[in-house]
């Protein structure tokens, strides 16, 4: 047996080394978390079914007397097809072990396993084996897979067959604080969870109560002295960030994918060591319970993971965002039953609740199983076992209205208690987009700008093939131009400006701003949206481009399913415009898409034309993802979209829009709207709207004036009365200033509060205060005045 590394361990990690029993136990616990416990329901027995559709589509193409498995998967070395292997190796074991499926009394089932697991030993995976291809595969992936087959076969696998097979995890996840295929390479993140866990696992399979503790100290990177730490929040790096954001990779935000897998990881890891000596200390779990309504749950809606946190995700048929949420609520069951109370109450009153509120996807409906190929199914057998034991929610929830910035990933979250929205943008932090491995191929707009609408009565509109039959170049939101898209670049590219961020004045009210550049620096624009309570209101300004290609903003690119037919009214009159034809209005005031909002048009004179198009597109999964493990199927869908389209022309030099969205507005809400905000402003250097309730919102590009709020550097504002008096809130975007002026042209008699940031330089004959933002990554700083 491979010996285990030599670390250091500190209390932050473990207390006590574990012992042999504790091997057992962890065992155990790790092979219910793939096969349950034999709870019977309606609910399991479907999820079972579903189970034994996919499990016995494999074994029946799997030949044990050859080395070449399965005939759509090649033997030989590289990571192309040995992951699928592996992965479908353990849905077979999985099934088997399950009480009541289909594979459970077939006999010879337990030979045949072995003898197929000692096969893919042979031929594919030992510790001689070579890292060809992704690393991914060899130290995180297919560990993963061969550990759930073997916990699945339990004593059906003899001793000396585990031992062998198990010699490749041990050396390819040698150190769970290292990357072994890249010297120097220290894990954080999601991958260090992962390692983490399969070190412990692995360990109790090998007996190595070495190998168990030194897969926890991992968690808190004992042998790095905390520096990979997966509980501390930092302002670089992987990881959490103090703001709550989550980053993967540098600078993609990620709490719906790779954070989801860390949250997952801790969950079994959790689980998997409760009740023996060598458990995540109470401080250590404690911190990743905060995580769970601070970190992720901002981003559900509905049981779905918002679009703009799931990085290249959004491509994998099998990751949808309600896959994604899924795997979270599983987290945050798992997490509850071995949490203490009042934290275990409240945790699974939170995922009762979220299970009821997903009906599009319904949590305990298990189904479809084989578009999870080469990953595993968010929502099984375990899974609904252990949420049938929650209790029943208490009451119809409705949703908390919150207007939350993550500046440190430049991300924003609008909830109110009708729907909720959100920005996907990029800077010179964070990235417009991830495009590697043969994923997201579509991606090249999905960080200028897109606006997000979540609508509790569309609740599977961007996870219903909408990323492989959407027009990607027309994203809600988003100026661009009307040519080939750019080359999507491996290294996640980020945009040449670093004004990004917004503002929060309160759980009602927001503001976001960006500095926009197209990928190849020819398109420029100044953008602006401001959140209130039911709409959003969007500024674009000094929209200029030099390639001679027609400049278009997108108002909407809604997904109406397969044959849906809304009606759309323009200004009160219905539009008769047949599928597949185009319109152009040029006067119009307002228009409103049944069931989902209405749009107004508040250029005044200067309103652009407006395009419409309800159209029929079809692509396929594999479209948008080629990826060796990931990779969608070529089955056409086809969906209906509407799009409204403003038109900027060729060449625009200056060129503006202005519109408000009202999701889930009826048309004579909508109609009332129109004359109900002020553009005060909307030029290059700032971006200003007269909202309801004498509250103004401001995008300053440069140093400049508003009304009576001077800035003497760029940054967004949100000032207006309130019920504790004058309040205005002030971020900085870039992120790099260090002091921002702030002159109100009006006495004041007193300050009646500031935060700790804010210095009042003067009160006669105005008001002027100093905002010191550096080193507050673009976080809010308020100040009230009587």
């Known amino acids: 047996m491979t010996a285990a590394v030599s670390l250091r361990f500190g209390e932050s990690a473990l207390a006590v080394p574990a012992a042999p029993s504790d091997h057992a136990k962890i065992v155990a616990a790790y092979r219910e978390l793939q096969i349950g416990n034999g709870r019977v329901s309606p609910k399991r027995t ?399 707009y999905t960080g200028d700008g897109v606006l997000y609408t979540f609508l509790p009565d569309q609740q599977g509109h961007y996870s219903d093939a909408y990323w492989p039959t959407v027009d990607a170049t027309l994203l809600p939101g988003t100026t661009e131009k009307d040519t080939t898209p750019p080359a999507l670049l491996a290294d996640p590219p980020r945009t040449t400006t670093s004004y990004a961020g917004g503002v929060r004045f309160d759980d009602q009210r927001g503001a976001h701003g960006i500095d926009f550049a197209s990928q190849d620096g020819t398109l420029t624009a100044k953008k602006s949206w401001f959140f209130t309570p039911d709409a959003v209101i969007c500024l674009g300004a000094a929209i200029t481009d030099t390639t001679g290609a027609h400049v278009r903003t997108t108002i909407e690119n809604r997904n109406l399913g397969e044959h849906g037919t809304p009606r759309l009214l323009i200004d009160n009159r219905p539009d008769h415009t047949p599928p597949g034809h185009t319109t152009l209005l040029p006067r119009a005031r307002w228009l409103h898409l049944d069931g989902t909002a209405g749009y107004v048009l508040l250029d005044g004179s200067d309103r652009q034309p407006v395009t419409l198009l309800r159209e029929d597109r079809t692509g396929s999964w594999l479209g948008i993802d080629t990826g060796a493990n990931t990779h969608g199927t070529t089955d056409p869908y086809t969906r209906r979209y509407q799009k409204i389209v403003l038109d900027h022309g060729i060449h625009p030099s200056g060129a503006s829009y202005a519109y408000a969205v009202l999701p889930g507005a009826s048309p004579a809400q909508t109609r009332r709207a129109c004359g109900r905000w002020t553009v005060l402003a909307n030029s290059a250097q700032v971006q200003a709207v007269h909202l309801d309730g004498k509250l103004i919102a401001a995008s300053f590009f440069t140093a400049g004036a508003v009304e009576q709020i001077r800035v003497s550097e760029p940054a967004i504002m949100m000032w207006g009365r309130t019920a504790h008096g004058h309040t205005y809130t002030v971020s900085d975007p870039t992120q790099s200033q260090d002091t921002i002026r702030v002159t109100v042209n009006a006495p004041t008699h007193r300050v009646l509060h500031t935060d700790p940031s804010v210095t009042v330089i003067a009160t006669h004959p105005q008001l002027i205060v100093d905002i010191k933002v550096t080193g507050s990554f673009g976080a809010t700083h308020t100040f009230t005045t009587d």
Request: hydrophobic residues 40%; negative net charge; charged residues 20%.
């Open 46 to 444: 479907q999820a079972v079914a579903a189970l034994d559709k996919v499990a016995l589509g494999y074994d029946t193409a799997m030949d044990v007397a050859a080395d070449q498995l399965w005939p759509d998967l090649p033997t030989g070395p590289g990571s192309t097809y040995f992951p699928t292997m592996y992965y479908r190796l353990r849905t077979i074991a999985v099934n088997w072990a399950t009480p009541g499926s289909v594979l459970s009394t077939r006999p010879g089932m337990s030979e045949r396993l072995v003898t197929a697991l000692n096969t893919l030993y042979r031929t594919q995976y030992n510790e001689h084996t070579s890292e060809l291809g992704n690393w991914y595969s060899y130290e995180i992936g297919v560990p993963y897979w061969l550990l759930q087959t073997v916990v699945a076969l339990g004593d059906q696998l003899p001793a000396a067959d585990r031992e062998r097979v198990l010699r490749p995890v041990l050396r390819f996840v040698a150190d769970p604080n290292r990357r072994t295929t890249t010297a120097g390479v220290v894990e954080t993140g999601a991958n260090r969870a992962d390692k983490a866990l399969i070190t412990v696992v692995s360990g109790a399979l090998a007996g190595d109560a070495a190998r168990v503790s030194a897969g926890l100290a991992a968690v808190t990177d004992t042998a790095g002295n905390g520096a990979a730490d997966l509980t501390k929040r930092s302002t670089e790096g992987d990881g959490y960030r103090t703001d709550g954001s989550f980053i993967q990779h540098e600078v993609v935000p990620y709490p719906g994918h790779y954070g989801l897998v860390l949250l997952s990881a801790i969950a079994a890891l959790t689980y998997v060591t409760d009740g023996t000596s060598s458990q995540l200390p109470l401080t250590v779990r404690t911190l990743f319970d905060q995580t769970v309504t601070d970190v992720y749950a901002p981003f559900l809606f509905a049981g779905s993971m918002m679009e703009p946190v799931r990085g290249r995700m959004l491509s994998r048929q099998g990751e949808t965002g309600h896959d994604a949420g899924h795997q979270f609520i599983a987290a945050v069951v798992l997490l509850a039953r071995t949490a203490n109370e009042p934290t275990r109450s409240r945790l699974a009153g939170l995922a009762a609740r979220w299970i009821a509120e997903g009906t599009w996807a319904p949590y305990l409906d298990v189904s479809d199983l084989v578009r999870f190929s080469g990953g595993l199914q968010p929502v099984g057998v375990p899974e609904v076992e252990f949420a049938e034991q929650l209790p029943l929610p208490q009451r119809h929830y409705t949703a908390t209205p919150v207007h939350r910035v993550f500046p440190q990933m430049d991300r924003m979250v609008h909830t109110t208690d009708g729907w909720s929205a959100s920005l996907g943008v990029g800077s010179a932090r964070i990235c417009r987009y991830e495009s590697i491995n043969g994923m997201n191929l579509h991606g090249w």
